[in-house]
């Protein structure tokens, strides 16, 4: 190393903290379903009509924890592409979520949360691009 330069922190950047942000939520997503599935289901804005409904809660447990695994996973490696990537394909969930929520005329408070994780991922995605060019610049 030069004595100029700097060592490279990928810690030191947005996408960074943005990707561990959605990997942490995702596992504590799936930490709630355990604890309460129909508190959560009335959470994303889609109450059960009865608690022997609750099988699509642990369906999206189920996903939650792979998704937060792998992305913890990809974080650890520093495989900052395949992160950016997961954030874009990511978009389906809270744009479905959305929709969901939308159709069952659900509250507004509750879509616009859903939005919300659909403008991090968009974030997530750009800060990850620009994490990524940094990564493979050192």
Same mark, same amino acid.
């Given at each position: 190393?030069?004595?100029?330069?700097? +060592?490279?922190? #990928?810690? /030191?950047? /947005?996408?960074?903290? *943005?990707?561990?942000?959605?990997?942490? +939520?995702?596992? !504590?997503? /799936? &930490?709630?379903?355990?604890?309460?599935?129909?508190?959560?289901? +009335?959470?994303?804005?889609? #109450?059960?009509?009865?608690?022997?409904?609750?099988?699509?809660?642990?369906? !999206?447990?189920?996903?939650?924890?792979?998704?937060?695994?792998?992305?913890?996973? *990809?974080?650890?490696? +520093?495989?900052?592409?395949?992160?950016?990537?997961?954030?874009? *394909?990511?978009?389906?969930?809270?744009?479905?979520?959305?929709?969901?929520?939308?159709?069952?005329?659900?509250?507004?408070?509750?879509?616009?949360?859903?939005?919300? &994780?659909? /403008? &991090?991922? &968009?974030?997530?995605?750009?800060?990850?691009?620009?994490?990524?060019?940094?990564?493979?610049?050192?």
């Amino acid at each position: 190393m030069n004595p100029g330069t700097r +060592s490279f922190n #990928p810690r /030191a950047h /947005a996408g960074y903290w *943005l990707a561990a942000l959605l990997a942490v +939520s995702q596992l !504590y997503n /799936a &930490v709630r379903v355990a604890l309460d599935p129909i508190a959560f289901a +009335s959470y994303m804005g889609v #109450p059960l009509a009865a608690a022997a409904d609750a099988g699509w809660v642990w369906i !999206y447990a189920g996903r939650a924890l792979f998704m937060g695994l792998f992305a913890a996973w *990809l974080l650890w490696r +520093s495989e900052f592409r395949v992160l950016r990537v997961m954030a874009m *394909l990511a978009l389906v969930m809270p744009a479905g979520d959305f929709y969901q929520v939308f159709q069952a005329q659900g509250p507004h408070l509750t879509l616009a949360r859903h939005a919300l &994780v659909g /403008a &991090v991922l &968009v974030a997530a995605w750009w800060a990850l691009g620009r994490l990524q060019q940094r990564a493979a610049a050192h």
